[in-house]
Nanobody, 111 residues
């Protein structure tokens, strides 16, 4: 059983930044693929970014150049650094690895 706990969400103005954290209850996070998803009200959950076991990263087109996913294996934590935030980035952000999901953290970007 893997537990994922997100933190770092909040309210920010358009153009601002936030860093989300996903702390995993494992001692070997490096062997896990970890993704960030988001779900806006009335919309489907969408994949935002992912980091593979070898450290390769991938991003949705809508966030490329603005978001950065990274992993600190010593802290068993994955981060999502979000820059130049837009109102359309407003959503609940979820950390995911295989069949495991966190509880989500709300990000609200005001215009």
């Amino acid at each position: 059983q893997v537990q994922l706990v997100e933190s770092g969400g909040g309210l920010v103005q358009s153009g601002g930044s936030l860093r989300l954290s996903c702390a995993a209850s494992v001692s070997n996070l490096r062997i896990y693929v970890v993704n960030w998803y988001r779900q806006a009200p009335g919309a489907q959950r969408e994949l935002v970014a992912g980091i593979a076991r070898d450290g390769t990263t991938s991003y949705a087109e809508s966030v490329k150049g603005r978001f950065t996913i990274s992993r600190d294996n010593a802290k068993n934590t994955v981060y999502l650094q979000m820059e130049s935030l837009k109102p359309e980035d407003t959503a609940v952000y979820y950390c995911n690895s295989y069949t495991y999901w966190g509880q989500g953290t709300q990000v609200t970007v005001s215009s």
